[in-house]
């Protein structure tokens, strides 16, 4: 078996995130890691290698980004992959959901690859699509929130979790699959896997080496395009009550409580 599994470097947690009102892209100035919700996606294709059901020869982090965006591929080699491969073109930037998705798929493609994960948001743009996009242009079927993954030879047997409870589906492979973070808990990386990480194979691509047509990526060729966003009202200060007479507190609190109809 071959999994892809795909990575995004994103904006630190600890970054404000903000759009740069000149281009109206996201301002990726400061801190950047590996989007922490992809990290389930390589410890599922890790658990998957270890427990023995299927071999899988090979796992290839895969992204599409700028080039420091590399620094998420030895992140995620140091995390287990064996090597990575990194679309980077001026031509891709600026990408809406549909056109990231469409590059991404073409990427994929030419690694014909048996199982495609990913996490269930990015930490910056939090779309939650990216692997539906995928699937419809690699033509897989394609899960959402799956939680629980069991490999049956060509299948697998997954849980996904929905608002209203647990769903077992049985999905033919290949397939693309985005995990939830319930999944698993991802592993730590090893100082001698951070070494090395840099010393496994990356292969650097751009558009035309994956045969992706130009004319349906970039800023100019999507078809959201951001009109203007405004800064989080702020919060109003909140009501100190002194505790000097408890019961005289509880009074004032239950009032405040009742007044906003809260009890
Ligand atoms: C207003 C606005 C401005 C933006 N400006 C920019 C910009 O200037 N430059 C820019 O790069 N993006 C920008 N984006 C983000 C860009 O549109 C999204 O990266 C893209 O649409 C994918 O959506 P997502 O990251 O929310 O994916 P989701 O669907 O939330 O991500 C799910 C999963 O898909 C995978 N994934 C997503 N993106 C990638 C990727 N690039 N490579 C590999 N795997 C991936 C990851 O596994 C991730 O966990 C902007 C978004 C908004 C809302």
Known sequence: MKICVLVKEVPDAAVEKRIDPSTGRMDRSGEKNLNP????????????????VVSVEEIVAVTMGPESAVRALHKAVSLGADRSVHLSDQALAGSDVA??????????????????LLGQQSDDGECYTIGAVVAEH????????????????????????AEYGYDTVQI????????GDAINEPRYPSLKAIMGAKKKPLDTVASGDVGIDTSKVGGD?????????????AKAAGEIIEDEDTAETVEKIVAWLDERKLI
Not at 37 to 52: K, S
Not at 145 to 157: C, G, P, T, W, Y
């Open 172 to 179: 033919q492979l290949p397939a693309v699959i985005s995990v």
């Open 138 to 161: 690699l033509g897989m079927p394609s899960l959402t929130q799956v939680i629980k993954m069991d490999v049956e030879s060509d299948a697998l047997r997954c849980e996904r979790q």
């Open 99 to 116: 056109a990231t998705g469409y590059a991404l798929a073409k990427a994929i493609d030419r690694e014909s690859p048996d199982l495609v």
């Open 37 to 52: 919700y992809d990290t389930h996606a390589i410890e599922a294709a890790m658990q998957i290698r270890e427990g023995g």
């Open 221 to 233: 060729n999507s078809a959201a395009q951001w009109i203007a966003a405004k800064a989080p009202p």
